[in-house]
C-alpha cells in the first residue's frame, strides 16, 4: 500500500465514524442500522430508562429494525445543557431532559415550574397533554428541539439534612439546589431557602461535601440518585409536578424518510404512555424503600403557607411567561 492509498483509507475510516455519530449507518446494531444514541441523567434503575429503552423497541419495531437506539444513562453525555445543545446543533440525536433546563431557550417556558400552579397531578396532566403542551411543544420547534413526548415525573418534593420542612419558615437559612432555571430559583428563595442552581449531576457530591442542605424531586429520583443516603429528612410539599421532554435534534429528524419520521413520533407516543404507567406503578414502592433506607418523611405541611408565600412569584415572572400565563390555574 502506497502513502496515496493508506491517506485515503484514513480518511474513508475518519468519515464513517462522524456519520456513526451523527446518525449515519452503523453495524453495532446489526447490519445497515441506523445508530440512534439517547442521552439521560438519571440512573440505570429509574423507570424512565426502562421507557427509553422501550422506545428503542417500538421504534426497531416499526423500522423493521432499521433504527438502533443506544441508551446512555448515569450523564455519560454530559449533563442536561449539554446534551440539548448537541440535540439543538445536531450532534446528538435524541435526549430526555428535565422541562426547567429549557429555560436556557425560552425564559416563557418557566411557566410549568411555578410552584403550587395545578392542584392535582390530573389537572396537570390535562393541560400537558392539551393546549399548554402544545404551545410549549411549538415553542421548542423554534429551537429545533422537537418533542417526541412528555414524561410525568409526579410531585416534587424537599428534602435536606437538618430537619423536617412544615412550614416555609423551616426552610430558612437552608442552601437548596434548584434546577437552572430562574422560576424555581425566586420560588425557593421566597420560600425562605438560599436558592442554589446546579446541574442535576452535581446534586449527590453537592449534598456529600455540605455545598448544599437541601434538594427537591420526586421520591424515585430521591432513592434511585442514592440522594436518600445524604438527605433523611423527606417532606411532602407537593410544591410542583414533574415533567421531562423527550427530545430529538430537529436537524437529524427533518433529514429522515416521512415513514421513518412517522415511526420515531409513533414509538414516541406508545412510549409516553409506558413512562407514566411505570411511574405510576412504581412510585409507592420507592416511597418504601426510601423509609427502608432511614429517610424520616413527614406529610403535615402547610400548603396553604407555601402557597401564600410563592403568590409574589408568579406576578414577578408573568410578563416572562407571554401568552401561556393564561394558561396556568393560577392565571
Known amino acids: 500500500?502506497?502513502?496515496?492509498?493508506?491517506?485515503?483509507l484514513a480518511a474513508g475510516t475518519a468519515s464513517a465514524g462522524v456519520l456513526a455519530g451523527c446518525g449515519g449507518k452503523s453495524t453495532?446494531?446489526?447490519?445497515?442500522?441506523?445508530?440512534?444514541?439517547?442521552?439521560?441523567?438519571?440512573?440505570?434503575?429509574?423507570?424512565?430508562?426502562?421507557?427509553?429503552?422501550?422506545?428503542?423497541?417500538?421504534?426497531?419495531?416499526?423500522t423493521s429494525k432499521r433504527y438502533d437506539v443506544k441508551v446512555f444513562p448515569n450523564g455519560t453525555l454530559g449533563d442536561h445543557n449539554r446534551m440539548n445543545e448537541q440535540v439543538r446543533a445536531g450532534t446528538l440525536q435524541m435526549t430526555k431532559t428535565l422541562f426547567a433546563n429549557l429555560t436556557a431557550f425560552d425564559k416563557r417556558l418557566g411557566a410549568l415550574s411555578l410552584p403550587y400552579a395545578f392542584g392535582k397531578q390530573e389537572d396537570f396532566t390535562a393541560a400537558l397533554d392539551g393546549e399548554l403542551g402544545k404551545r410549549c411543544t411549538a415553542i421548542l420547534d423554534t429551537y429545533d428541539l422537537l418533542v417526541v413526548g412528555y414524561f410525568l415525573t409526579g410531585s416534587r418534593n424537599v428534602y435536606n439534612k437538618k430537619r423536617a420542612i412544615r412550614t416555609p419558615a423551616d426552610l430558612k437559612g437552608l442552601r437548596i439546589r434548584v434546577p437552572q432555571d430562574q422560576v424555581a430559583i425566586d420560588a425557593f428563595n421566597a420560600f425562605g431557602a438560599q436558592a442554589t442552581p446546579l446541574a442535576a449531576t452535581e446534586v449527590y457530591s453537592a449534598l456529600q461535601q455540605g455545598v448544599?442542605?437541601?434538594?427537591?424531586?420526586?421520591?424515585?429520583?430521591?432513592?434511585?440518585?442514592?440522594?436518600?443516603?445524604?438527605?433523611?429528612?423527606?417532606?411532602?410539599?407537593?410544591?410542583?409536578?414533574?415533567v421531562d421532554a423527550l427530545l430529538a435534534s430537529k436537524k437529524w429528524f427533518s433529514g429522515l424518510a416521512k415513514a421513518d419520521q412517522d415511526a420515531i413520533m409513533a414509538a414516541g407516543k406508545d412510549t409516553v404512555a409506558r413512562e407514566r404507567e411505570l411511574w405510576n406503578s412504581q412510585t409507592d414502592d420507592y416511597v418504601k424503600q426510601a423509609g427502608a433506607k432511614g429517610a424520616q418523611l413527614n406529610d403535615d405541611v402547610d400548603v396553604a403557607a407555601f402557597q401564600q408565600a410563592a403568590?409574589?412569584?408568579?406576578?414577578?415572572?408573568?410578563?416572562?411567561?407571554?401568552?401561556?400565563?393564561?394558561?396556568?390555574?393560577?392565571?
Open 1 to 8: 500500500m502506497d502513502r496515496r492509498q493508506f491517506i485515503a
Open 28 to 62: 453495532s446494531g446489526g447490519a445497515g442500522a441506523t445508530a440512534v444514541r439517547l442521552g439521560d441523567t438519571v440512573a440505570e434503575s429509574n423507570p424512565e430508562i426502562a421507557a427509553e429503552k422501550f422506545f428503542g423497541e417500538r421504534l426497531a419495531a416499526l
Open 212 to 242: 448544599i442542605d437541601a434538594a427537591e424531586n420526586n421520591p424515585i429520583y430521591y432513592v434511585t440518585s442514592k440522594q436518600v443516603e445524604e438527605a433523611r429528612f423527606w417532606s411532602w410539599t407537593r410544591h410542583q409536578f414533574g
Open 311 to 331: 403568590k409574589p412569584v408568579f406576578d414577578k415572572n408573568r410578563t416572562t411567561f407571554g401568552d401561556l400565563a393564561k394558561l396556568l390555574p393560577v392565571a
